[in-house]
Each structure stands twice: as C-alpha cells, then as structure tokens.
T-cell receptor, first 116, second 114 residues
Framework: GAVVSQHPSWVICKSGTSVKIECRSLDFQATTMFWYRQFPKQSLMLMATSNEGSKATYEQGVEKDKFLINHASLTLSTLTVTSAHPEDSSFYIC????????????FGPGTRLTVT | GENVEQHPSTLSVQEGDSAVIKCTYSDSASNYFPWYKQELGKGPQLIIDIRSNVGEKKDQRIAVTLNKTAKHFSLHITETQPEDSAVYFCAARLGGTSYGKLTFGQGTILTVHP
C-alpha cells in the first residue's frame, strides 16, 4: 500500500506555544489529505479535509484559527496547533488519498502531542 | 449525516478460532467500506476494503462481506493469531462519491489468547 509519514512522532511543548506537525505522502501524490484527532480508547475524529492548493474544510466545532492546516503541495500537508493548551494534548493522525488511490485512504503513524 | 455502528466493542478469542466484527451504516448511498487495524501507539493500517458493487472480498485469512439491502458489512478473520490482537475500525464513505469523507465505527478491541 501507499506510505504516509508524519513528523514528529511525539512532541512536548509548553502551554501558549505553537507546534507544527508535518504529513507526507512518500510514494504517491495526495490530492486530498485529512487530519484526525484521537483520544485514548476512542475512535478517530475528523478535524479537517484539505485539497492541494485550496483552503481546508473544517469539521463543526474545530477552531480553524487554532488548528492551521496548509496543503501547499501534493506530497505535504502541515497542521499547526497555535497557542497550545493542555486540553490540546492528543494523538494527531493524518491521512491521504491520491491520484492513484482514489478510494483507498492511507494513514500516517500519528503524532503524540503533550502540552505542559 | 452518515452514522456507523460497530459491534462488539471487545472480542476475546483463542488462537486458531475465528473472529467476526459487524458494522451497520445509515446512508444507503455509501459505496466504499474499508477496515483498519490499529496497534497501540500507531496509526490505522488499511487491511481490506470492499466497494458496493461487490458482496464479498477475501485476502488470505481476512474477508469482508457486504449486505447492501440490510446496510451492514462484516470483517471475518480466520485462524486468528496473537499478532492479530489490535483495535479494528470499520468505516463507510459518506455520500456515495469517491471523494467523500470516511465515517468510522467506534472500534473493536480484539484480543487473541495463545
């Protein structure tokens, strides 16, 4: 299957700072990327959908000014958590669907964010 | 919007037994149904999927069946092994297009005892 990478795999930041998470499709061009958030022992919660070169579409209840998403190229999307607070601590996972994988959606390994 | 219900929430089997996880969906226009396996601390891994024009699909020990009339689909794992232990998520593609978002079930924690 197609490979999606994320960086970093884990990050600890102080409250009030911003942190950026990168998501890359390694062997295909990702026309659409998705960002999910997952709490312990829970399912995946979609935060936003982004198409290359377009503004992201955020799900209801997700603050677009707090979770900045950029999908500037067909292989890279970034999620920036601005002015992070402890309640933003979570497991963030990106996913990508591309020109070859029209139906299939592949996930990255996730990023564990801890805000102290 | 789409709603996906997944059962059971936990499933415990002995090594070598079969495991079955079932999901129901609400949107009859959904046309794509993937299954993901998620190990602790990792991202979900696509293990098998099925499209609405097919009733069954098999890949070695894993199979998925789809009943469009009843709007439910199931994951079947035969000859289970301890390494099959993980959380399994079903999903359905909303809206019947290839560009809709996936709606996920609540997940099933599968434990395979040696």
């Amino acid at each position: 299957g197609a490979v999606v990478s994320q960086h970093p795999s884990w990050v600890i930041c102080k409250s009030g700072t911003s942190v950026k998470i990168e998501c890359r499709s390694l062997d295909f061009q990702a026309t659409t990327m998705f960002w999910y958030r997952q709490f312990p022992k829970q399912s995946l919660m979609l935060m936003a959908t982004s198409n290359e070169g377009s503004k992201a579409t955020y799900e209801q209840g997700v603050e677009k000014d707090k979770f900045l998403i950029n999908h500037a190229s067909l292989t890279l999307s970034t999620l920036t958590v601005t002015s992070a607070h402890p309640e933003d601590s979570s497991f963030y996972i990106c996913s990508a669907r591309g020109d070859i994988t029209h139906y299939e959606q592949y996930f990255g390994p996730g990023t564990r964010l801890t805000v102290t | 919007g789409e709603n996906v219900e997944q059962h059971p929430s936990t499933l415990s089997v002995q090594e070598g037994d079969s495991a079955v996880i079932k999901c129901t969906y609400s949107d009859s226009a959904s046309n794509y149904f993937p299954w993901y396996k998620q190990e602790l601390g990792k991202g979900p891994q696509l293990i098998i999927d099925i499209r609405s024009n097919v009733g069954e699909k098999k890949d070695q020990r894993i199979a998925v069946t789809l009943n469009k009339t009843a709007k439910h689909f199931s994951l079947h794992i035969t000859e289970t092994q301890p390494e099959d232990s993980a959380v399994y998520f079903c999903a359905a593609r909303l809206g019947g297009t290839s560009y809709g978002k996936l709606t996920f079930g609540q997940g099933t924690i599968l434990t395979v005892h040696p």
